[in-house]
């Protein structure tokens, strides 16, 4: 079982719709939460670090649930440019990212 | 300001052969990392840099593979007698510390292909 778990999709949604992602995590040690974002053929990008309050950016909310381990990333009103892969990411020691697969976003006109 | 940068952006090359793959972090970050992403899987951790000391090496898949840094700044990955499961891209990243939340940037990584 991988330690970082997504749906790897693809959802398909049009313009304005929200949408949202869900990842697990198995080890339960696990101490900061993000979310990435990478764009086709190119580097991922530091979208949201994920707190336990809950959190949001614009359009963007980030979740955590720490009894269920689960972290969730809602994007509302969507837009064209929202299409991409999104990265689930923890860390258990302070530097070592650990990925999940990733959940891929096609947003359509 | 500048960003991490990697070269070459693309490397073809045939197994058995040796492959260096350069990365040139962004300037004042302390701490560097290399990461592999191969098709259908996730980035994976491979070897992480405090200065020029590398504390953490455990994801490095084979002895195949070796890693400097010299003078705190450019990073060399090495892969020695290449197999084609090595074909992957190699991205690399740096952060200012190494605390949860120093952030990392990756560089736009280096895609090698092994026929």
């Known amino acids: 079982r991988k330690e970082v778990e997504q749906d790897p999709g693809p959802f398909n949604v049009p313009e304005g719709a929200t949408v949202a992602f869900n990842c697990t995590y198995s080890n339960s040690a696990s101490q900061s939460f993000f979310w990435y974002r990478q764009d086709c053929r190119k580097e991922p990008k530091l979208l949201m670090s994920?707190?336990?309050s809950g959190n949001e950016d614009g359009r963007f909310t980030a979740q955590l649930n720490r009894a269920s381990q689960y972290i969730s990333l809602l994007i509302r009103d969507s837009k064209l440019s929202d299409s991409a892969t999104y990265l689930c990411?923890?860390?258990?020691?302070?530097?070592?990212?650990?990925f999940g697969s990733g959940t891929r976003l096609l947003v359509r006109p | 300001g500048a960003g991490v940068s990697q070269s070459p952006s693309n490397k073809v090359t045939e197994k058995g052969k040796d492959v260096e793959l350069r990365c040139d972090p962004i300037?004042?970050?302390?701490?560097l990392y290399w990461y592999r992403q191969s098709l259908g899987q996730g980035l994976e951790f491979l070897i992480y840099?405090?200065?020029?000391?590398?504390?953490?090496k455990s994801g490095l898949p084979s002895d195949r593979f070796s890693a400097e840094r010299t003078g705190g700044s450019v990073s060399t990955l090495t892969i020695q007698r290449t197999q084609q499961e090595d074909s992957a891209v190699y991205l690399c990243?740096?952060?200012?510390?190494?605390?949860?939340?120093?952030?990392?940037?990756f560089g736009p990584g280096t895609r090698l292909t092994v026929l």
């Open positions: 990243a740096s952060s200012y510390g190494t605390g949860q939340f120093d952030t990392q940037y």
């Open positions: 300037s004042g970050h302390t701490a």
């Open positions: 840099f405090q200065g020029n000391s590398a504390p953490d």
């Open positions: 990411v923890v860390i258990r020691s302070s530097y070592k990212l650990i």
């Open positions: 994920v707190y336990s």
